[in-house]
């Protein structure tokens, strides 16, 4: 997402290695490097600060510096975890794109339970270090009560435990999973897709990535669009304009996915009429 991203800041007249230079930092999923790598920033008295992949490091950043612009792309809402004030009036430093993906979580169960037959048990599966998975599971257990659907909680912070969670599918007998919107499972995503292609096991995401790398289906806003808003939004910083003067970015517009050749995989059957409202359809 990084190109993305670059793009957004060349539309803002920006070209790196020209006019702009980047300093890249990875903490590979050890969320307690964060602190220190953003230090290191603030001591290199970066003019900018881009954060994408985690809450986490959004909030690293924001504890890091109350002065440099922080620009945040994340999946769960800004205000109720404290990185803004308001959606329209951030304020402070730090402004940035919201996915909204963990709004969307008791959607994508609905979407799932149409595709499974009335009764079949749905496993959702978090990561309970995300900040915003109390949220997560608010909405899905509410959404699952109101419509009678039984549900099974399980949590995996890593590539062991996410092993486990999918045994534990099999062995429970849930016919299917909803695979909540996290950064560490965007990063795993191809261990998660040939976990759920190892048990036959239909699963919906929160991204069309998961659906393009082979997984079934899903819904949610682009990536891609999100981070090109945060080029853009840096670009417009760099030339004067405030974070607080910012709004927080939201997505106008979700979409739906599907892999028929995921579906055929797993003997799972898609109803024409389901299809007629898909998006995009992978063949």
């Known amino acids: 997402m990084t190109r993305a991203l670059r793009a957004g800041l060349n539309e803002s007249g920006f070209n790196e290695g020209e006019n702009v230079a980047i300093e890249y930092r990875w903490a590979h999923d050890n969320y307690d490097s964060l602190p220190a790598l953003m230090a290191d920033l603030v001591k290199r008295q970066v003019v900018g600060i881009v954060t994408i992949g985690a809450e986490q490091s959004a909030l690293a950043a ?5 002065k440099i612009p922080i620009v945040f792309v994340i999946d769960g809402d800004p205000v109720s975890i404290g990185l803004v004030d308001s959606i329209n009036r951030p304020g402070g430093n730090v402004t940035g794109m919201s996915l909204m993906s963990s709004a969307l979580e008791a959607k994508r169960l609905e979407i799932l339970s149409e595709l499974m037959p ?7 599966l978090v990561n309970p270090d995300y900040p915003d998975t109390d949220s997560q599971l608010g909405s899905v257990e509410t959404a699952a009560s109101n419509g009678g659907q039984n549900i099974q909680v399980l949590n995996a912070r890593n ?8 045994m534990t599918v099999a062995e429970q007998q849930a016919g299917a999973v909803l695979v909540a919107a996290d950064a560490f499972f965007s990063r795993a995503r191809d261990q998660i897709i040939s976990l759920a292609d190892r048990f036959r096991v239909p699963a919906i995401y929160d991204s069309r990535e998961f659906v393009v790398a082979g997984g079934l289906i899903s819904y949610g806003a682009s990536i891609a669009a999100a981070h090109l808003g945060a080029g853009i939004y840096v670009g417009k910083i760099l030339r004067g304009i405030k974070p607080a003067d910012l709004p927080v970015q939201l997505p106008t517009k979700f979409e739906l ?23 995009e359809i992978i063949e």
């Open 159 to 166: 590539e062991r435990e996410l092993s486990t969670a999918f």
């Open 257 to 279: 996915a599907i892999n028929l050749k995921t579906a055929k995989t797993i003997g799972l059957e898609i109803a024409p009429a389901f299809l007629a409202r898909t998006d």
């Open 62 to 66: 924001k504890a890091a510096t109350n």
């Open 118 to 124: 009335k009764g079949t048990k749905i496993a959702i």
